[in-house]
């Protein structure tokens, strides 16, 4: 069974500054798709960033990229210039690649990214 | 194009009775999953619903049970209420395709007294 684990419950960062997420995960499927989701406050959850297992090159979304480690089975989200807005919780998420699992997340526990100003 | 819905957004119930939750998808969407959040367990998938048929289901007790209308619009019922089903129950709706993103709906808050 896959599993997704993030380390640090709680983050802060000072606005304006860069802050990496982590997330490492437990699979023996070759073909994947993994997640970061933003849950504010408001209990809303958005997407943030998605990375497919066969890509190569690192997903980047505006001040939001992924350091993806396949091999390492690391997928590490990374927040440059942060603002006030980006304070929620972060999750990671897993999702396998066949149709069968096309509704099923599997997330880590969450990381509570704190923005100071 | 208005987003997931859920409702109702709260609610309060008693050991032992059952409830029904509903989840209506963006429009056109044809997946609806749903998931429970404790602050213990995390993010849990319950089951997934693609046009009116159950495609996947989590590792929850068969007090927990869904369906899918033929307009897309799900519903869960969980039935004999226990207090550890306190959570936010969120739904997810999407085209229904692997490489569909899934779309979250602002969720359930269920107490159970």
């Known amino acids: 069974a896959q599993t997704v684990t993030q380390s640090q419950p709680e983050m802060s960062v000072q606005e304006a500054e860069t802050v990496t997420l982590s997330c490492t995960y437990d699979?023996?499927?070759?073909?994947?798709?993994l997640f970061w989701y933003k849950q504010p406050p408001s209990r809303q959850m958005i997407l943030v960033i998605r990375q497919e297992a066969y890509k190569q090159q690192n997903a980047t979304e505006n001040r939001f990229s992924v350091n993806f480690q396949k091999a390492a089975k690391s997928f590490s989200l990374k927040i440059s210039d942060s603002q006030l807005g980006d304070a929620a919780m972060y999750f990671c998420?897993?999702?396998?690649w066949g149709s069968g699992n096309t509704g099923k997340l599997i997330f880590g526990q969450g990381t509570t990214l704190q923005v100071k100003p | 194009k208005a987003g997931v819905t859920q409702t109702p957004r709260y609610l309060i119930k008693t050991r032992g009775q059952q409830v029904t939750l509903s989840c209506s998808p963006i429009?056109?969407?044809?997946?609806v999953s749903w998931y429970q959040q404790t602050p213990g367990q995390g993010l849990q998938f319950l089951f997934e619903y693609f046009s009116e048929t159950q495609r996947n289901k989590g590792n929850f007790p068969g007090r927990f049970s869904g369906r899918q209308f033929s307009n897309s619009r799900s519903e869960m019922n969980v039935s004999t209420l226990e207090l550890g089903d306190s959570a936010l129950y969120l739904c997810a709706s999407s085209l229904g395709g692997a490489d569909n993103e899934q779309f979250f709906g602002p969720g359930t808050r269920l107490t159970v007294l």
């Open positions: 998420a897993y999702k396998s």
């Open positions: 429009s056109g969407h044809r997946s």
């Open positions: 699979t023996s499927e070759s073909d994947y798709y």
